[in-house]
């Protein structure tokens, strides 16, 4: 039934999309920090887990522990500041649907351990997050702070993957992120773009106040739809009409311009080495993409990695 209701609202989503059709020309691509340094594409965000899932599966094997590879959680693929484009809108609304439905089961390490005893299973715990013992507190200017075990192997992996130091710097760089988007966010021009969005809004019968609004109304409606085909049939329904309605409401306010304008100055203000920085973190993700094999993909449910 699960499955059914899945593929029916899916195919809503998918044939309701199509069916309109961009009648205009395919706007600048949308401003996001530092080229996007913090935040990596959907597409490249899959590479790094399934090179990660891999990693982590080595390091359990090296200690005697056999691991199922998790696959990826699909999220839309948002801006961060919230900007949609018409084409993406009247393609997947805000991509909130098509991600909840395409959620995978539960975690295959839970089939994997059943049965084990539980000194076995507080083992592989042990050995896969490590233990308080060796736990480190990780901190940064305008980001929240990190607690990571350096003895398990979802922080080992990690450093195999993208070298000593990693956590720091992308840590320290997701601060740096954040204080951007709040400069941005925070000038006047924003605030008068926004309110003359919320305008369009209201003269489409739609009340929100901000664009985080708009896209909360709906990741409340989902949450509540369950898994009732009609009711998620509705949210998809909703998904789409809000979103076309958002995006052209951000292109006659002419928002994505204005956050332009005001990222570009933001980031002039930033030192030399928060340029440094974002130059640091993307180049380490791009090494793992480039060392990830083509055609790729995390197994959903296949024998575990390792011993068992």
């Known amino acids: 039934m699960r499955i059914r209701t899945a593929v029916a609202a899916a ?68 801006n961060p500041y919230g900007l949609l484009t018409r084409e993406e809108a009247e393609d997947d609304g805000y991509g909130m649907t098509s991600a909840a439905l395409a959620a995978p089961g539960p975690d295959p390490n839970v089939r994997l351990t059943e049965g084990w005893s539980t000194e076995r299973r507080k083992g592989w715990e042990r050995a896969l997050v490590g233990t308080s013992r060796h736990e480190r507190t990780i901190t940064a200017r305008h980001a929240p702070s990190l607690r990571v075990n350096t003895n398990g192997c979802v922080y080992q992996s990690q450093i195999e993957l993208y070298g000593r130091g990693w956590e720091e710097a992308r840590l320290a760089l997701e601060g740096v992120n954040a204080k951007l988007l709040d400069d941005v966010t925070s000038t006047k021009a924003y605030a008068k773009g926004q309110r003359a969005w919320a305008r369009c809004m209201r003269s489409r019968g739609e009340p929100y106040s901000t664009l985080d609004d708009a896209r909360g109304a709906i990741q409340q409606q989902l949450a509540g739809a369950g898994t009732t085909p009609e009711a998620l049939r509705r949210v998809a329904r909703k998904e789409l009409d809000l979103a076309v309605g958002d995006a052209q409401c951000q292109d006659e306010s002419k928002l994505a311009d204005i956050i332009r304008t005001g990222q570009r100055r933001a980031e002039k203000q930033l030192p030399d080495s928060a340029h440094r920085l974002a130059e640091r973190v993307s180049a380490a993700r791009q090494r793992v993409v480039a060392d990830t094999p083509a055609g790729t993909a995390t197994p959903r449910n296949t024998a575990a990695d390792g011993p068992t």
């Not at 340094?37 to 399934?50: F, G, I, K, S, T």
């Not at 990660?52 to 699909?74: H, L, N, T």
Request: aromatic share 2%; proline share 15%; net charge negative.
């Open 11 to 78: 195919a809503l989503l998918t044939v309701v999309g199509c069916s309109q059709a961009p009648d205009h020309r395919a706007s600048m691509p949308l401003p996001v920090p530092l080229n996007g340094a913090a935040q990596p594409a959907p597409d490249e965000e899959r590479v790094l887990h399934e090179a990660e899932e891999r990693a982590v599966a080595s390091c359990m094997r090296d200690k005697g522990f056999g691991y199922r590879r998790v696959p990826p959680v699909p999220a839309p693929g948002a």
